[in-house]
């Protein structure tokens, strides 16, 4: 189903694109529109419309050696948030399920929390009660779970937790819960010699343990939000590395611009979000010069996914979430949103 | 020219390819010399001797698919230190060279600092004084000259220097001066799907200029000492990265491992260093599964290169360089030594 909402009413290849739909045409034309719909083939998952025309489109125009904006293949960077555009965010980040879910576990080591808040309150297994646990303290519970061990414990930890761990509203893995319409693009991007990185306000630890076998993501193109980690020797004199509960990288908002170029050294040409704490990194990206692509993912599907933000009407005032102001900007700055409604026609692999 | 120094007296391996250079084999032995000779030629540079069959052996335990000690394709991480073992680091590090050059352009900006220490003395010319400014006031220097301008300024401060800048022994500049050798080494890991680090010491945006051009590695494959950067709007409202002078990653010894973990989030398989700022990370790799390959390069060759660490004498106090603790670490741990003297048939590739 084509979409009649347009963020930019000049922009000249979605327009040309875009006739490629209609049913006559001259015979130049119809051979143009031929090589225009092949690459589209390798998302089947997307409805034809704006914005599988805008990254098929972007893939040409960075590619084939004629472009004026072509980019040389190992300058094709390609930058991805995690929570809400990848996978799935709601009703809570996959990450805080495991923190709180690790509890009972740090509790059974050390005894002595067991009555000490906040870990009394999430060990009530009280909703309502842990809902409303101060920022301060769903800190304590990050620090108390994701700090501490050394890198391998964690790593073994989240891969146990990953095998049984459930979402509640589908009951499946939560890594059953990607995108398929984005793993198309994260295929599309690969198979064009795109390196794909991961740019998440989540753990880089954490989103590093699934990444590779999840999206085909290697552990060095995932960029997060990083603790300190301290090097020493264990009991048998071998070397290890200690996760300490100390940030060094607070990879959201301008953060996610400083660790783009702390972990890859270069300005992508492609960034795809949803939330306030993509703008910066959006932003970035559409700055670059040639022809850089900037894409929004809007959720406005409560009967396949969730709506939030502008698409349920929201204020403005909900941090981590795509907000009107940001639907703004998107327009005035020539992002492309991507509506989940009317752009995918289906959401998870596992559905027919 | 073959070696009669040797760490390991047991190690097999070793022993057995050694056996390749003898004039009569039975045939079959014959074959298997032949096997282990070919991808050596891919080390013209190398003579003959443990250092470039250890470097042989480890490839192909690594890459056989019939070998137990196999590594998938993603998983070939080597990692290497730059300063002193991919390229000379005599009679400065190239970084501070370029420090101490930027002054009179800085000065030019700020004459403020003209008669400030210690500018003043950098601006006199006065090496003997130059050599004798504690370390407070070098990181004054490094500080004025590394940060308070965007990322793409820096990066074009440091192509312009590189253009011009020589090295006052060769007269030549500092990109030639890398050691065909491991230029070799880098090209022959590439060609069997490893995925090539630098891990220095030196300034990760630094080397980044660079590194492509002259290692074939590019820049997120570049780990170094990074400061942090700052996001921020110009005047314009184009989105820009200032370098901050607060230090992120202090990249040297246990900083080393830090930082393999934080940008590459995996043990390597291989580690090439020269000093003790690369002893945790020789120890890291070392303690990994499988096969693993630690090399150290000794400075021996006071007439192509240098003499400094064990070979000259010095004593264990000098840091930064190969000491003579390192040393028995490397015996003890069957870490390779290099000999630049007796393993390195030629040193740059301006040799004729």
Same mark, same amino acid.
């Given at each position: 189903?084509?979409?009649?909402?347009?963020?930019?009413?000049?922009?000249?290849?979605?327009?040309?694109?875009?006739?490629?739909?209609?049913?006559?045409?001259?015979?130049?034309?119809?051979?143009?529109?031929?090589?225009?719909?092949?690459?589209?083939?390798?998302?089947?998952?997307?409805?034809?419309?704006?914005?599988?025309?805008?990254?098929?489109?972007?893939?040409?125009?960075?590619?084939?050696?004629?472009?004026?904006? =072509?980019? *040389?293949?190992?300058?094709? #960077?390609?930058?991805?948030?995690?929570? /809400? @555009?990848?996978?799935?965010?709601?009703?809570? $980040?996959?990450?805080?399920?495991?923190?709180?879910?690790?509890?009972?576990?740090?509790?059974?080591?050390?005894?002595?929390?067991?009555?000490?808040?906040?870990?009394?309150?999430?060990?009530?297994?009280?909703?309502?009660?842990?809902?409303?646990?101060?920022?301060?303290?769903?800190?304590?519970?990050?620090?108390?779970?994701?700090?501490?061990?050394?890198?391998?414990?964690?790593?073994?930890?989240?891969?146990?937790?990953?095998?049984?761990?459930?979402?509640?509203?589908?009951?499946?893995?939560?890594?059953?819960?990607?995108?398929?319409?984005?793993?198309?693009?994260?295929?599309?991007?690969?198979?064009?010699?795109?390196?794909?990185?991961?740019?998440?306000?989540?753990?880089?630890?954490?989103?590093?343990? =699934?990444? *590779?076998?999840?999206?085909? #993501?290697?552990?060095?193109?995932?960029? /997060? @939000?990083?603790?300190?980690?301290?090097?020493? $020797?264990?009991?048998?004199?071998?070397?290890?590395?200690?996760?300490?509960?100390?940030?060094?990288?607070?990879?959201?908002?301008?953060?996610?611009?400083?660790?783009?170029?702390?972990?890859?050294?270069?300005?992508?040409?492609?960034?795809?979000?949803?939330?306030?704490?993509?703008?910066?990194?959006?932003?970035?990206?559409?700055?670059?010069?040639?022809?850089?692509?900037?894409?929004?993912?809007?959720?406005?599907?409560?009967?396949?996914?969730?709506?939030?933000?502008?698409?349920?009407?929201?204020?403005?005032?909900?941090?981590?979430?795509?907000?009107?102001?940001?639907?703004?900007?998107?327009?005035?700055?020539?992002?492309?949103?991507?509506?989940?409604?009317?752009?995918?026609?289906?959401?998870?692999?596992?559905? *027919?």
């Amino acid at each position: 189903m084509r979409r009649t909402r347009s963020l930019n009413g000049i922009d000249r290849r979605r327009v040309l694109s875009s006739l490629a739909l209609l049913p006559v045409l001259p015979g130049t034309l119809v051979a143009a529109a031929a090589q225009t719909r092949a690459p589209g083939d390798l998302l089947p998952s997307w409805s034809d419309g704006p914005a599988k025309q805008a990254i098929v489109d972007f893939v040409r125009a960075t590619t084939e050696p004629s472009s004026p904006t =072509y980019v *040389a293949p190992g300058d094709r #960077i390609a930058v991805f948030d995690q929570d /809400g @555009t990848l996978w799935v965010e709601q009703p809570m $980040y996959a990450q805080v399920a495991y923190c709180l879910e690790r509890v009972p576990a740090l509790v059974a080591r050390k005894p002595e929390l067991r009555n000490v808040e906040p870990f009394k309150t999430v060990l009530s297994g009280n909703r309502e009660a842990m809902a409303k646990l101060p920022l301060r303290d769903i800190e304590k519970i990050l620090a108390a779970t994701l700090t501490g061990m050394t890198v391998e414990e964690f790593q073994s930890e989240v891969s146990r937790w990953l095998e049984t761990a459930r979402h509640p509203r589908w009951n499946r893995p939560y890594t059953e819960l990607t995108f398929q319409p984005m793993q198309e693009v994260l295929q599309y991007l690969q198979s064009n010699a795109f390196k794909t990185y991961i740019v998440t306000g989540g753990g880089q630890d954490f989103v590093r343990v =699934y990444a *590779a076998k999840t999206y085909g #993501i290697p552990p060095e193109q995932v960029v /997060g @939000t990083a603790g300190t980690t301290k090097f020493g $020797y264990g009991r048998n004199g071998q070397p290890l590395l200690t996760k300490e509960p100390k940030l060094l990288l607070n990879d959201d908002k301008g953060g996610k611009v400083e660790g783009i170029h702390l972990m890859i050294g270069r300005r992508p040409v492609a960034a795809f979000g949803n939330s306030v704490g993509d703008r910066e990194m959006l932003e970035y990206t559409r700055a670059g010069q040639g022809a850089p692509l900037a894409m929004l993912v809007l959720h406005d599907d409560a009967a396949r996914e969730y709506a939030y933000g502008p698409a349920a009407g929201l204020p403005d005032s909900k941090i981590g979430t795509f907000t009107p102001a940001l639907y703004d900007e998107a327009r005035k700055r020539d992002w492309t949103v991507i509506s989940m409604k009317n752009d995918w026609k289906r959401i998870f692999a596992f559905e *027919a």
